[in-house]
C-alpha cells in the first residue's frame, strides 16, 4: 500500500470511527465492551487494509468485520454473562447494516439538496445548525426579527424535506 492509499485509509477509518463504534455499540449496549471491540476492530480493520480498495465503500466492510470482532468477543465471554447471544448478533448486524446504508442515503442527498438552496439560505442554515448560533443572534446579526428568522428557517426545512424525500423515492425507483 503505497503512502496516498495509506492516508485514504486512515482518513476513512477516522471518518467513520462514531458510526462503527455506534454499531458495535448497538450490539452489545455497554460503552466499555463496545470501546474494547472497536480497538479491536481497529486493529483488524489496520492489519488488512490492504483488502480496501480506495473509493469503494469502506462503511460496510468495517462492519462486517467489527460484526466477527463482536463475535470473537461473546464467544470469548462465555464464562461471563453476555447481553446477546451470537445468532442475535448475526440478525441484529444485518438490520443496522442496511439503516447505516440508508443514512448514508439521506445523507447525500441533504449534501445535494443544501446546494440547491439559494446562498442566502444556505448560510442561514450554517448559522442555525453547523455553527450552533442561536436564532437571537441570528436575527441581530441580519438586523431581522426573531420571528423573520424563525419563519425563514421553517419554510427551509420544509423545502429541504421535501427535497430529500423526493430524492430518496428516486433513489428506490431506480
Not at 485514504?8 to 462514531?18: K, Y
Not at 462465555?78 to 442515503?105: W, Y
Request: overall charge neutral; charged content about 30%; some cysteine.
Amino acid at each position: 500500500m503505497d503512502d496516498e492509499q495509506q492516508q485514504q485509509f486512515v482518513v476513512q477509518l477516522t471518518e467513520h470511527q462514531n458510526r462503527v463504534y455506534g454499531y458495535i455499540f448497538s450490539m452489545l449496549g455497554d460503552h466499555t465492551r463496545a470501546a474494547d471491540v472497536l480497538q479491536e476492530t481497529n486493529l483488524v480493520l489496520w492489519k488488512r487494509s490492504k483488502e480496501w480498495t480506495p473509493g469503494a465503500p469502506f462503511l460496510p466492510w468495517a462492519f462486517a468485520v467489527a460484526r466477527f470482532q463482536i463475535l470473537a468477543f461473546l464467544r470469548d465471554q462465555k464464562r461471563e454473562r453476555c447481553l446477546l447471544d451470537s445468532e442475535l448478533v448475526e440478525a441484529l448486524s444485518e438490520d443496522v447494516a442496511m439503516e447505516s446504508t440508508q443514512l448514508e442515503e439521506t445523507r447525500d442527498a441533504l449534501r445535494s439538496c443544501l446546494m440547491q438552496l439559494s446562498e442566502q439560505n444556505r448560510d442561514l442554515i450554517q448559522s442555525r445548525y453547523y455553527r450552533g448560533n442561536s436564532i437571537g443572534a441570528i436575527a441581530e446579526s441580519l438586523k431581522r426579527s426573531v420571528e423573520a428568522i424563525k419563519v425563514s428557517l421553517l419554510r427551509i426545512r420544509r423545502s429541504l424535506y421535501d427535497c430529500v424525500s423526493k430524492q430518496m423515492a428516486a433513489g428506490i425507483k431506480r
